[in-house]
């Protein structure tokens, strides 16, 4: 899944970026996508350094960290992290958010079961599964990514592209020049 989670992560970047205007949240998005995965190696790091966290009674494994707790815990160390090189700790925090929003939706779309997304709020493990897949997501494009999954992010990419150009087209056509071409 790391490669569609570029993919669709892009998709949600290029579409915010048409409203918001700002190009760090290209990045901000795109990066943010990536962190609810650190669960995959948080568990050896926390030992190497002798702290050990159960949840549920286990070590960390993958999908702990794929919660809006985590998520806002995140989203706020992101902020204050961004805030030293004078980027709006609001900003950051939503652009964060958005990015570790794109995941656990994808995630949500492609897993039944999925994850425990509203944790704390609920135990419950959601998953939407749109295209019926459990956890053993068979990567078939060159061994990197699914072909399904990776077929509808490209589409979305090309919709918020699209999207792009037709509000970049429409807000030109706003601005009054003074007849010679120019503003």
């Keep these: 899944m790391l490669f569609e989670h570029w993919i669709y992560s892009t998709a949600i970047a290029i579409f915010i970026y048409t409203i918001y205007r700002k190009k760090e949240c290209l990045y901000i998005i795109i ?18 350094i002798g702290i050990t966290i159960l949840v549920y009674g286990e070590s960390i494994k993958h999908g702990d960290f794929h919660n809006i707790l985590v998520m806002i815990i995140y989203a706020i160390f992101i902020a204050l992290l961004l805030n030293t090189i004078n980027i709006k700790m609001k900003d950051s925090f939503i652009l964060a958010s958005i990015g570790f929003a794109a995941h656990l939706l994808e995630d949500a779309l492609v897993f039944n079961p999925g994850y425990r997304f509203f944790w704390p709020i609920s135990d419950k493990i959601y998953g939407i599964g749109i295209l019926g897949f459990d956890y053993n997501l068979n990567t078939d494009f060159y061994g990197i990514a699914n072909t399904e999954v990776l077929i509808i992010g490209i589409f979305l990419v090309i919709l918020s592209l699209s999207i792009k150009y037709i509000f970049d087209n429409n807000t030109k056509s706003v601005i009054v020049t003074n007849g010679r071409g120019g503003i």
Aim: charged share 30%.
């Design 31 to 48: 990066g943010s996508a990536y962190a609810p995965d650190i669960d995959y190696i948080a568990d050896s790091i926390l030992k190497k």
